[in-house]
């Protein structure tokens, strides 16, 4: 179900039409719901709006840099350390010290802002709870205004949810986790709130109306003094975390609370940030609370960055963990980047979750995400990320026996020995096999994910495993890294080489198998022909889609009034 089209996309704004009291230049795009209005209040959306009209020109030229840097790796330029900002890498500064509330973070656990999921992960034990916008939410106009609506409930700790089939009510332990929420990226527009006459950025809508309701209430109830706290995704230079700087230092202002009061951590999940990891802490030293290592969207951003590197190919998706080189050297980087500045170094998220209906493969999958934490925790991590309440007892034993009683790591784990880390390291290639079964597996992990996502789904457990936006990106750029390049796939003894035809006929296959797995009536009322569509279209595509949500949001988008939709 995809907008209806017009040219109108300057309409002047109409409340009555929408049922929301907006200010001057805002426009509601998407459904009426009371529970929403006492969210898109007018005062809070001229508080999005001022921020939207004061950063946009500078998000839109960070969007530009983007595309540029792009296309000189095209070209055949290579990432690097940025001889510009040598003395910023070189010189000894430290961020700010870390707030107590947060000093110790062994355990994240993550999800979408589904109601009963941020009950269940604010009661799991883990230290603290990450919100997610992001790469676990499917950002539909329900989804983000509901999840508002929960966030406020849970920051306020009235948050209830009623489970009708069960009879089980859901409500706050006394102790519970930090809360972080992570915005979407600078590139994912929010169409159903126009600014302008222009879709809003999703991220200050997201940030916008949370700090707005909740600053006040976190800093007294969560923060002690401080917050609110956040997780920045996606950003690929520091010249995008100076964006953010002065999102916050504005916001602080327009709060009157004092500067440095919010704190994000910031993801390095893309390659061209891996060069930049001082530079960003440097822009956000005054509000920074670490760096995290996203290894899904960083291997996605791998085969990004090299779209058009043919000697740079990544293995089967299965293959490229963190003990290959190249990743490896990207979590000791970050590891000693971190602590030299005084802040936390945070690990990453193991796929693995709880099998429930076989023992067997529940003990290995479990033994896996161990071992990921234990190297994780041996090279210095401060904390690590969790998918699912069920891990969370694993994780925090693997951090606390190699911690002993230290909130972190920060002191003790200076890790000079990485300052020898070299381009060289960054960038070298995955090693591994490439197999037909890979394709498969892509194809189908990809149009399930995909299918899940259209209908409000943004993490799901398939095959397993947890998927979400970025281990679905992964599977997408990889099949049409392969099928650009026409790659032989020796892995598993059969030597063919990826083709248009190949990936027809895999689709054919998988769609069946689909079928077969989840039932003809559940795949009748799914989106899987849909998604089939979009992603057959988006891993053969001449040029590479930057993103797939982007590329797939218009078929999320409904506004009401219907027939009225702005271009994006
Ligand atoms: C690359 C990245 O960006 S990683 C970060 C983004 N990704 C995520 O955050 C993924 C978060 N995890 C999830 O969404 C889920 O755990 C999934 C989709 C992986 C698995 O979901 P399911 O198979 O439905 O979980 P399962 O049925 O085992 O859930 C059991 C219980 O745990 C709860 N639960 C599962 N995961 C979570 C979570 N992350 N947070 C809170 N509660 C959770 C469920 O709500 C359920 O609660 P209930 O017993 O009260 O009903
Ligand atoms: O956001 C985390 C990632 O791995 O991507
Ligand atoms: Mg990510």
Redesign the pocket.
């Given at each position: 179900m995809g907008p209806a089209t017009s040219e109108n996309h300057h309409a002047p704004p109409d409340t009555k039409k929408s049922g929301y009291d907006a200010p001057e230049g805002v426009e509601i795009r998407g459904r009426y719901d009371g529970e929403f209005a006492a969210i898109l209040t007018k005062d809070a959306l001229q508080f999005v709006a001022d921020l939207q009209r004061e950063f946009r020109n500078r998000i839109k030229y960070a969007m530009e840099c983007r595309k540029e840097a792009r296309r000189r790796y095209s070209e055949g330029a290579l990432p690097g350390f940025d001889p510009a900002t040598r003395c910023i890498r070189e010189e000894e500064w430290t961020c700010a010290p870390v707030p107590p509330a947060v000093a110790d973070r062994k355990v994240e656990?993550?999800?979408?802002v589904e109601r009963?999921?941020?009950i269940?992960?604010l009661n799991?034990g883990a230290k603290v709870?990450?919100a997610?916008f992001?790469?676990?939410l499917s950002p539909s106009w329900e989804n983000l205004m509901r999840g508002q609506v929960n966030l406020k409930d849970a920051v306020d700790g009235t948050i209830t949810f009623h489970?009708k089939v069960?009879n089980?009510v859901?409500k706050l332990n006394n102790q519970t986790a930090k809360l972080f929420v992570r915005p979407r990226g600078w590139h994912l527009p929010e169409a159903h709130i126009l600014i302008d006459g222009e879709p809003a950025t999703g991220c200050l809508v997201d940030f916008g109306l949370y700090f707005y309701h909740n600053y006040a209430a976190f800093r007294r109830i969560q923060g002690a003094g401080f917050g609110p706290f956040f997780y920045l995704p996606k950003m690929e230079n520091s010249r995008e975390a100076k964006i953010w700087n002065c999102v916050f230092e504005k916001a602080e202002k327009v709060a009157g609370i004092e500067r440095g009061s919010i704190r994000a951590t910031v993801l390095i999940e893309t390659l061209p940030a891996v060069f930049q990891m001082n530079e960003i802490l440097h822009e956000l030293r005054d509000h920074s609370v670490g760096l995290n290592c996203?290894?899904?969207?960083y291997i996605f951003s791998y085969v990004k960055t090299f779209q058009a590197h043919p000697d740079r190919l990544l293995p089967d998706r299965v293959q490229v963990g963190m003990t290959q080189h190249f990743t490896k050297s990207y979590s000791d980087l970050l590891i000693w980047t971190c602590h030299r500045r005084g802040v936390h170094a945070m690990g990453?998220?193991a796929a693995q979750?709880?099998i429930?209906d076989d023992p067997e493969a529940n003990k290995e999958a479990l033994e896996l995400v161990r071992k990921d934490k234990l190297r994780e925790v041996r090279a210095g991590h401060d904390g690590t990320?969790?998918?699912?309440?069920?891990l969370i007892p694993a994780c925090m034993e693997v951090f606390s026996d190699n911690m002993g009683n230290t909130p972190n790591q920060i002191q003790s784990m200076k890790r000079e020995d990485a300052s020898t880390i070299t381009e060289e390291d960054l960038l070298q290639r995955p090693r591994g096999s490439r197999s037909l079964e890979g394709l498969r597996l892509n194809t189908r992990v990809g149009i399930q994910y995909l299918a899940a996502w259209l209908t409000g789904t943004g993490?799901?457990?398939l095959y397993n495993l947890?998927?979400?936006?970025?281990?679905a990106e992964i599977s997408r750029v990889q099949n049409w890294q392969w099928l650009k390049y026409g790659v032989e796939l020796d892995g598993d003894g059969l030597g063919v080489r990826v083709s248009n035809d190949l990936f027809g006929k895999v689709v054919e296959e998988e769609m069946a198998r689909i079928e077969r797995e989840v039932g003809k009536e559940k795949f009748q009322r799914g989106r899987y022909k849909e998604a089939c569509k979009i992603f057959a279209r988006q891993c053969t595509a001449p040029t590479l889609d930057d993103f797939l949500t982007l590329n797939a949001y218009e078929n999320i988008v409904i506004h009401h009034p219907m027939g009225s939709s702005p271009r994006l």
């Open positions: 656990i993550t999800g979408p009963k999921m941020i269940n992960a799991s709870f990450m997610d992001e790469d676990a489970d069960r089980r859901y996203g290894r899904w969207d990453g998220m979750i709880p429930r990320w969790a998918a699912h309440p069920g993490s799901v457990p947890m998927e979400d936006a970025a281990t």
